[in-house]
């Protein structure tokens, strides 16, 4: 499947963003050399001798031939993630056990503990800092001149954007230190048969018409739910902050270079487009009784049977929970995902990018950073792990898209664009003073949308006020120009 794209990093194919769903052994690391917190450790010499290592003697993820390098290693590695569901044997897809079992078929002496956890944006940072955790983590919000303290370079951003998609996700004064574990396009998934018996004939492509497709609904069936918030979980409130680059502006340099300088970015900019836009949506859904009676009582776990049997109409997620909803029960062909409906100059954009990324410990043995360098390596090139989930395969060459893009052929997919220099930290530093914590584990500001425009005391755009507010507070705070 070919989709239009816009790449405005130097990204080989194509693109992605987004969370997906979300334990707790001991590692079995040990301590490294000096050599080894600063990303310089010597590889350990194997059968293929040192076809994995640059001529620094760096180890190299560029440089592995996978079933060739390393096959000498035995070791234990431990990977630290926030994917609890594939963990369970209940899993309607790829559970951890069957491809940790396919890995092993290539590397039989490597062996590979999986730890997950339900909270992992907040303990990630705890266990990070801690140092407790591992040997291959998803990376979590970290500032990324903190980036060499914690995790090994792959190789140098040149080298990596020929390996792998969205290579500038993790990189730092020209090093590669994440690999993306899949991508991730921003829209919403939905239940087609439920669209076409409530009469709605195209899928929205403005707000207005989303909502007016929410109310048909409604109207069609009471008992079906038009829009699930998935309030009571938490975590899938930040699958909002997800679209607000890409999706509502259609520009690649808006999440972290305008947005950082913009004046009042939760302003109404009239034409339905950028972030007020977005919010609006949810907002109004649950204002107009377009959402779950109770909010407090949500599951995103029984959700993904709901939608699939048509008891749900949509749900705001990235192209990770496609697959997810499709195999939760016996009607997987009513699932469909589409654009965000958001029209800007009469196109529609999706922003793309990134899911959470595989780091390997700066502070683990030799031997078990190349394991965990191979086995990364293994599920980025080997494994399918991208296509099973629904997401952008990220090796550089691959463009097996799966079906989750089917409507996506006339949409511009929006990956963003690196920071400006000296500036790689400042939306970090913004996001935290002024505690929106956009694209960043940001779900409580999500939830009072949904708690206000519940409880009617407080209007939209008084709480875009609000938002506009703090973040004018933090740029000023930080010597940040607006215009």
Known sequence: MKLKKVLAVSLTAAMTLS??????????????????????????????????ETTDGALNYASIKLGEDYTDITTTIHVFNQRTDMSE??????NWEAYIADFNEMYPNITVEVETDTNYSDDSLLRLQSG???DIMMIPAVDKADLSEYFLPYGTLDEMEGQIKFANTWDYDGLVYGVPSTGNAQGIVYNKRVFTEAGVAET??????????????????SS?????????DGWPMEQWDGQIAGTTTGDSTYMNQKLLHTKDPFQDYGDNTHPYALYKVLYDAVADGLTEDDFTTTSWEDSKGMINRGEIATMVLGSWAYSQMVDADSHGEDIGYMPFPITIDGKQYASAGADYSFGINAASDADHQAAAMVFVKWMTEESGFAYNEGGIP???????????YAEFGDVTFVSDESALEGEEDLLNALNADSGLN????GKEKVQEIIEHASNGDMSYDDIM???NEKWTQAQEDNGVTAE
């Open 438 to 441: 956009i694209n960043a584990g």
């Open 465 to 467: 006020a609000e938002w």
């Open 394 to 404: 990220i090796a550089a060459d691959d463009n097996d898209y799966p079906d989750a």
């Open 89 to 94: 044997d209940s899993y309607p897809g790829k």
């Open 19 to 52: 969370m997906a769903a979300c334990g707790s052994s001991s590692s079995d690391s040990s301590a490294a050399s000096d050599d080894a917190t600063t990303g310089s450790v010597a590889a350990t010499t194997t059968e293929s001798g040192d076809a994995a």
């Open 224 to 232: 079906i739910i038009p829009l699930y918030t998935n309030y009571a």
């Open 204 to 221: 929205p492509k403005t707000p207005d018409e989303f909502i007016a497709a929410l109310q048909a609904i409604k109207d069609y069936d």
């Open 132 to 134: 407790d955790w591992g």
